[in-house]
């Protein structure tokens, strides 16, 4: 019994299969928002690289009067970058998984 049951299931499964390959499922991107989030990227990339060099270029002059500006630069640079990153992140996401 069990035996015929599974062939039957087999059977049913295949029949879905031949009736599903018909219909295909794309998954829609949205391009706009993509090209949207590659640009935030875009623009994350290069403070992700100044911030720490302005950053260790505040620690290399602290005898110079302008340190703690250079640094609070350098800080504001760091922050920038990683929030332009995870925005970037976050409207790709959005794009592709259309939330």
């Excluded at 935030?40 to 340190?67: C, E, R």
Aim: glycine share 8%; with cysteine.
């Amino acid at each position: 019994m069990e035996v015929l049951e599974k062939r039957l299931t087999f059977l049913t499964l295949v029949q879905l299969n031949k009736v599903d390959s018909n219909f295909k499922l794309k998954m829609a991107t949205n391009k706009e928002l993509l090209n949207k989030g590659i640009k935030y990227l875009g623009g994350a990339l290069p403070l992700l690289f100044i911030g720490p060099a302005v950053i260790y270029n505040a620690f290399m002059n602290k005898d110079n009067v302008w340190h703690y500006l250079v640094l609070a630069f350098g800080i504001i640079f760091c922050i920038a970058g990683v929030y332009l990153a995870f925005l970037g992140l976050k409207i790709i996401m959005k794009s592709l998984f259309n939330d």
